[in-house]
Nanobody, 120 residues
Framework: VQLQASGGGLVQPGESLTLSCETS????????FGWFRQAPGKEREGVSC?????????YYPDSVRGRFTISRDNAKKLVYLQMHRSKPEDTAVYYC?????????????WGQGTQVTVSS
């Protein structure tokens, strides 16, 4: 299983950015996906997740709700994170995650991360 995150870069406050996570080696229907971020000196935090299979429910913490949108395209094997009205505190390395539980065991896979910097 491989997850390849891309799309990071430097944006000014208030601008938008879309991250992509290309997946391989897994059947996307079986997995829930999430985006996490880690800023220097801080713990990794979840910023969005989307359910697997027919469960398209999404979740966002208060810090990004209304600004970030997670989506998936199973046919293209891609997961997206749209970031709007970006803030300097969104600066971090962003990681995508794929997770499933099968027969009582949890399977977690991580991508390598893409840097997002929000600065004027």
């Amino acid at each position: 299983v491989q997850l390849q995150a891309s799309g990071g870069g430097l944006v000014q406050p208030g601008e938008s950015l879309t991250l992509s996570c290309e997946t391989s080696g897994l059947i996307m229907d079986y997995y829930a996906f999430g985006w996490f971020r880690q800023a220097p000196g801080k713990e990794r935090e979840g910023v969005s997740c989307i359910g697997g299979g027919s469960d398209g429910s999404t979740y966002y913490p208060d810090s990004v709700r209304g600004r970030f949108t997670i989506s998936r395209d199973n046919a293209k094997k891609l997961v997206y994170l749209q970031m709007h009205r970006s803030k300097p505190e969104d600066t971090a390395v962003y990681y995508c995650n794929a997770a499933r539980t099968r027969a009582g065991l949890r399977y977690d896979y991580w991508g390598q991360g893409t840097q997002v910097t929000v600065s004027s």
